[in-house]
């Protein structure tokens, strides 16, 4: 296996419990669920374009979490 799949699965996996640990989901607002779920999706989408990039899954959470973040104003 590659490098670069051992990092996008870490990166799904780190995700996947980092969503699934949010146990105050129930007593969040909108907009900081639309944040939380921009941030993840951002953070896969990340990854998958920069091929693995640490840089790159962070950057496109942190993204994500921002268009997430405005979204949700509504």
């Given amino acids: 296996m590659k490098i670069t799949n051992l990092v996008r699965i870490g990166a799904v996996a ?33 990854a998958a374009i920069s091929g693995g990039s640490v840089l790159g899954t962070v950057g496109g959470a942190a993204i994500g979490g ?9």
């Fill in 14 to 46: 780190t995700l996947a419990f980092a969503l699934a640990g949010c146990s105050s989901w129930d007593n969040m607002s909108r907009r900081q669920k639309a944040t939380v779920t921009g941030a993840g999706v951002g953070g896969v989408a990340g």
């Fill in 66 to 74: 921002v268009i997430g973040d405005q979204v949700g104003k509504r």
